[in-house]
């Protein structure tokens, strides 16, 4: 085994590029690049915590590494015929700077754009749906897992599904005939309080950014800061990062349909 294939095999639990990215050996150019974003974004050593680093940095001089070969038609024919990659040394490139090369960064006014656009939506409307199901009709969790949801939302959402609910589209949850007023405000304070801390956390992005000039941090990790309130709203986010993709990350150089 190449010494590469065992720091896949350290770090991501398998020696399979295709593994790796969590794809399909027939997966299109489109869905590798997709994927190869969306682990990126989880271990790029500048969107996680100061602790976490270290082994982020590595996960991530590895993916860039594994897109970089499933990425190059040639290269991905050899290892699809022998499962051999090169050992090359990954600190013998910058890979921060080949990620920025990929992908145009999302700006908060296309986050802003989205959201108006989402709230109200067809999209939203089946996102909650989903969610009052898989979470039993608990209001925590689809605040969870429902982009753009906050306490302001929670009468027009709960009228939304108190709706479904008479018209016997959706089942009655007692988690959500029992959400009580006095839970909803509880609910409330444990927002705002994590909703501050995502505020002094995009301020410290932002300082750091002013004051380092470092080009990695950008909108996109406000943007994390914002959304990842706590770790459960990871699905939520990712989702979201998706949708922003389709629109909005379109590889540099091309221009997307309109």
């Not at 989880?42 to 100061?50: F, Y």
């Not at 090369?101 to 754009?113: A, G, Q, R, Y």
């Not at 989402?118 to 898989?134: A, F, R, V």
């Not at 410290?204 to 459960?232: F, Q, S, V, Y």
């Amino acid at each position: 085994m190449s010494s590469f294939m065992k720091l896949c095999k350290n770090y991501y639990g398998t020696k399979d590029l295709y593994e790796v990215l969590r794809i399909g050996k027939k997966s299109t150019p489109d869905e590798v690049k997709r994927a190869y974003r969306k682990l990126s974004l989880e271990v790029h050593p500048d969107r996680v915590l100061e602790e976490e680093k270290e082994n982020a940095t590595e996960k991530f001089k590895i993916l860039g590494k594994v897109y970089s070969i499933l990425s190059d038609p040639e290269k991905r024919d050899v290892y699809d015929e022998t499962g051999c990659v090169d050992d090359d040394d990954l600190s013998g490139r910058d890979w921060s700077q080949y990620w920025r090369s990929l992908f145009k960064e999302i700006s908060f006014e296309d986050i802003i754009d989205y959201e108006k656009k989402y709230k109200n939506s067809e999209e939203e409307l089946e996102d909650l749906i989903q969610s009052y199901k898989n979470g039993k009709g608990s209001m925590d969790y689809i605040y969870d897992h429902v982009p753009f949801a906050s306490p302001e939302d929670d009468d027009r959402l709960r009228n939304i599904l108190q709706e479904l609910i008479n018209k016997g589209e959706l089942p009655k949850q007692k988690a959500f005939i029992n959400d009580t007023p006095r839970k909803r405000e509880a609910r409330k304070r444990k927002f705002m309080k994590e909703a501050g801390e995502a505020e002094k956390a995009k301020r410290e992005i932002m300082k750091k950014k002013k004051g380092e000039c470092d080009e990695d941090l950008g909108d996109m990790d406000a943007l994390k800061a914002i959304m990842m309130r706590k770790k459960e709203r990871e699905a939520s986010a990712d989702a979201l990062f998706q949708h922003l993709e389709d629109k909005y990350c379109k590889p540099k150089g091309k221009k997307g349909k309109k």
